[in-house]
């Protein structure tokens, strides 16, 4: 059966480490678009972020965002949206803020972090690098602090200070600190009215229960009519996985996580190796372009 939505993350997976979207990639998706295939974007970053990233390339696509809490259409149309109770969004905003946790809260009305965000990673720096003189740390945390000052946030002193008329779409977590990140992991894993996703290294982040990507592909797909063994899902973490396990075809990268590899139906190359574009010319039975 022919393939006729698919869906792609970004991060690890349609980005290089340079954090855009290449030529040999963007070619991919635009050939399949026009073999009359939808194409989007699923990822953990809000949508106006994605819009931002899609812009240089010329694509227009629908995009899932927040780790599948919110869908818009191509010409960026709200469809649909499942935002965590205020309630629980105010208890995970008050744990992270208690235990000097770095926070993006992702919400309709814009991404609202702690304005001392970035003083605090560099406090778990140095409190590692005097334990353990790794350079890398240092390089990952100004790596973070160049993402944050790319994504347009807004700063405030604290939690409290977010409108109370903004609807939480998805509350990301970053921790440096090895111990204090499986900490908010496990805190939070034990929680049923709620769902915890990881997505990166360093991070876990806090949706509503029913959030996931893989069911907002099957509400895309069901809003253009179809069915989801015509779907494609390519991915590389484990907020990934329900998508990749709900399509009709799961990829994962080359450079995914290990776990994630082993459930996908292929993997593909890795997201340096122009992996997306292989999978989808694989999927239109055509051979990468030289």
Not at 243 to 257: D, L, P
């Amino acid at each position: 059966m022919s393939i006729k939505l698919i869906a792609i993350d970004l991060d690890g997976t349609l980005l290089s480490g340079h954090s855009y979207i290449n030529e040999v990639n963007a070619a991919a998706i635009r050939a399949a678009q026009q073999e009359g295939i939808i194409v989007s974007i699923a990822t953990g970053r809000a949508h106006h972020n994605v819009r931002e990233i899609l812009q240089p390339t010329g694509l227009v696509t629908p995009v899932i965002s927040s780790n599948g809490s919110v869908i818009h259409d191509e010409e960026a149309v709200h469809l649909y949206s499942l935002p965590l109770e205020r309630q629980q969004a105010m208890e995970v905003l008050e744990w992270l803020e208690n235990g000097e946790y770095y926070y993006q809260a992702h919400t309709s009305k814009g991404i609202y972090t702690i304005s001392n965000g970035h003083q605090r990673l560099a406090v778990e720096v140095d409190r590692l690098l005097s334990t353990n003189p790794d350079p890398t740390l240092i390089k990952m945390l100004e790596a973070m602090q160049s993402h944050g000052a790319k994504v347009q946030m807004v700063r405030v002193s604290t939690y409290h200070d977010i409108p109370d008329t903004a609807d939480f779409y998805n509350i990301l977590a970053l921790s440096l600190d090895p111990d204090k990140l499986e900490a908010g992991r496990l805190h939070f894993a034990e929680r049923d009215d709620m769902t915890m996703v990881v997505s990166g290294s360093h991070n876990f982040e806090l949706e509503h229960k029913e959030a996931s990507k893989g069911n907002a592909l099957k509400h895309l797909a069901a809003h253009y009519g179809i069915p989801m063994e015509q779907t494609m899902a390519i991915g590389d973490n484990f907020n990934d996985v329900s998508m990749i396990t709900m399509a009709g075809k799961g990829v994962a990268m080359g450079n995914a996580e290990p776990e994630v590899q082993a459930i996908a139906d292929e993997v593909t190359r890795t997201n340096e190796e122009d992996g997306v574009a292989h999978a989808i010319y694989r999927a239109l039975g055509m051979n990468v372009p030289l």
